[in-house]
């Protein structure tokens, strides 16, 4: 009975993810996404990253959604301050609509507009490190 | 008092304001305008002013521009107009430029003797930092004393700063 249950439950949680990924597929993600370069003095098109979309409410964590020059999700990302990273602070579900992921990069960043602080970036390649190309420049 | 002028510059990327030197004595002397670049790594893990510390004379005009491209700097006085403590000359006036977007410059022409310490505001706490001493240094020997309020300077930034010998000695201080 409990199996019985259990299969419509993860075919609409399976469904809902799904289409909380369509919704975030291309570029603009619909609000409360805003475009980073919007909302700090910052280039519209960061290498290596991309075009990158955030809800203010969530920063400094995130996720970022950053988009590649034809508008394709390409990676969900999440900056952590390094300060934060210590027994009394961590970041709990933080919100991953980007659906799947192919590999992670973590890495560390001095700070930029709107993370004003050493920090670390944790990406979500939503494509394959082949494909990281389309964000180089 | 300080008569340093700001001017901002827009290279590179279809003009902006070209800063107007005025041809005073002082200015042909001193009429070489010295460069600081704005870099980082690609990833953005590491960034910094190079060179980091300069010796120039009164009246020479110091030119900061950005040549990261995927990040945004500033050039901000230690000064507490900046909501910093002091660390240029009493009678210098503060400068911020803001961000600067790659390939954007910021100009400044100093005047007054000194030491004159500045930060980039984003990137403070990554010791991104820069020292300028304006003046000769056997005429004035006792100006080029470090100025020593600190508090709120991050450790990172303190420890980055060219010692003001090794600037008076070599003139330009290069990234290490």
């Known amino acids: 009975m409990k199996k019985l249950l259990l299969v419509p439950f993860l075919t609409l949680a399976s469904s809902l993810a799904a289409m909380a990924a369509d919704e975030v597929a291309k570029a603009p993600p619909a609000a409360p996404f805003q475009q980073v370069s919007k909302l700090v003095k910052l280039p519209d098109f960061l290498p290596g990253m991309g075009q990158l979309f955030v809800d203010p409410a969530t920063l400094p964590a995130g996720p970022f959604l950053a988009y590649d020059h034809d508008g394709k999700l390409v990676s969900t990302i999440y900056m952590l301050p390094t300060k934060d990273l210590n027994p009394d602070k961590s970041f709990d579900n933080l919100a991953a609509p980007g659906g799947n992921v192919d590999h992670v990069d973590v890495y560390y960043n001095a700070g930029h507009p709107g993370v004003e602080e050493p920090h670390v970036h944790v990406v979500l390649w939503h494509v394959a490190a082949a494909s990281e190309a389309s964000v180089a420049k | ?176």
């Open chain 2, 1 to 176: 008092m300080t008569v340093a002028r700001r001017e901002v510059l827009g290279l590179g990327l279809g003009g902006g304001l070209v800063a107007a030197l005025s041809l005073s004595r002082r200015d042909v002397w001193a009429e070489e305008v010295v460069e600081i670049r704005m870099q980082g790594r690609a990833d953005g893990a590491q960034v910094w002013f190079d060179p980091i510390g300069v010796l120039i004379k009164p009246g020479q005009m110091v030119r900061w521009t950005n040549y990261n491209p995927g990040n945004s700097h500033t050039t901000t006085a230690y000064h507490p107009a900046n909501g910093k403590p002091l660390r240029i000359p009493e009678a210098a006036k503060s400068w911020d430029s803001d961000y600067l977007l790659p390939d954007e410059s910021f100009s400044i022409t100093f005047t007054e003797q000194g030491v004159y310490d500045y930060y980039c505001i984003p990137h403070e706490q990554a010791g991104m930092v820069g020292r300028i001493i304006v003046g000769e240094p056997e005429a004035h020997g006792g100006w080029m004393e470090p100025v020593a309020a600190s508090r709120g300077v991050p450790d990172e930034a303190l420890k980055a700063f060219p010692m003001v010998e090794e600037i008076m000695a070599k003139r330009i201080v290069g990234r290490l």
